[in-house]
């Protein structure tokens, strides 16, 4: 594993980060709750456009924007992946707070998707929106009535028709598509079911008010609804988009998925380490500050191996995240595909049992909305299900490590037989 050096600009960023925390997020963390609560809970939330001024004057606009999707700088500094994971971790620590840096998903990966693969005219419709925190967007991938881990099951179906593709098929965890801003998605389907396994599939530009598109119901995720931003089960009838919609050409949708997916899964973990982070903070302040049995808790040998258990886990996490970075960064997203799999796994699970032990400490109130806590922790589950189960990356990484010993391990085992 590299030993990680990370720039001065990353550091500085950093900085600035924290303090913007402090100043604007933390403290308005009740307010963001109220506005949610108050009214119409699918309304965007005016906090965030308050801010979003502020971020942006403060040079923390598109931190998530490499340099590559960004040469001349134009609408973020342009960071590598390993330059950019301690800022996602700091954004990352409230449920709210990536918006208004828009470094919010699945913007920040619908936003690469269109820097990479678009074309000027989809960039200029949807991108420079997107980049100008104008808009959000969804993702629809997803589907209710098929084993959607395994992406080759997608049925829904991308027919051309002319100088229109004509767009059927119904999908569900269309992520963001309760927010009234979200004004396109990216959605996969097939164009070509006889094709080769891994061609049928294309991903398609779909404007969120075309007729035939129909948000059915918004999911909850263990009892929450996500308002405002949501997550939708949608449904798609005949739906008409033309020709020039469609990304990179016909059959190429995993190719675009393994582009998007890569970036978004390592920035889910490093928001989940942000997670992690502040749940060890509160475990400690209230470790501190609570009695029982005579003493603080803090003082308690089992709450003391929670708090130190919490730490090692936590920076292991953070290691392996960076080394995930640094290969991205070094070698490219698909040779380090089994790194990305290995914190997919990872991270979810170790920030579920920092929370958790959190919430044990905290008692009746962990479980409550006195405390982010319970948020935290169904986000965090849901986590080991979204962008791929445990089980599809545990799979990954066992193959990439049986590939990465290949003929060594053979040569091993014929060494071993000898020897009987």
Known sequence: MTVFDVTDRSRDLRQRLLAFMDEHIYPNDAEAARQVNDGNRWEHLPLIDELKPKAREAGLWNLFLPTASDPDGTFGPGLSNLEYAPLCEVMGRVWWAPEVFNCAAPDTGNMEVLARYGTPEQQEQWLIPLLN??????????????????????????????EDYVINGEK??????????CAVSIF????????????QQSMILVPMDAPGVTRERMLTVFGYDDAPHGHAQMTFKDVRVPVSAMLLGEGRGFEIAQGRLGPGRIH???????????????????????VAFGKPLSAHQHVRELIALSRMEIDQARLLTMNAAHMMDTVGNKEA???????????PNMALAVIDRAIQVFGGAGVSQDTPLAMMYAQARTLRLADGPDIVHIGTVAKEEMRRQGEAARGRESVFSASK
């Open 133 to 162: 925190g104008e808009i959000r967007s969804a993702f629809s991938m997803t589907e209710p009535d098929v084993a959607s881990s395994d992406a080759t099951n997608i049925e829904s179906s991308i027919t051309r028709d002319g």
């Open 172 to 181: 569900w965890w269309t992520s963001g598509a309760g927010d009234p801003r």
């Open 188 to 199: 996969m389907g097939k164009t070509d079911p006889n094709a080769e396994r891994h061609l």
């Open 268 to 290: 889910h973990c490093m928001r989940l380490i942000g997670q992690a982070e502040r749940a060890l903070e509160l475990m400690v302040a209230r470790a501190s500050s609570r």
């Open 337 to 347: 595909r089994g790194q990305i799999a290995a914190i997919k796994v990872v991270a």
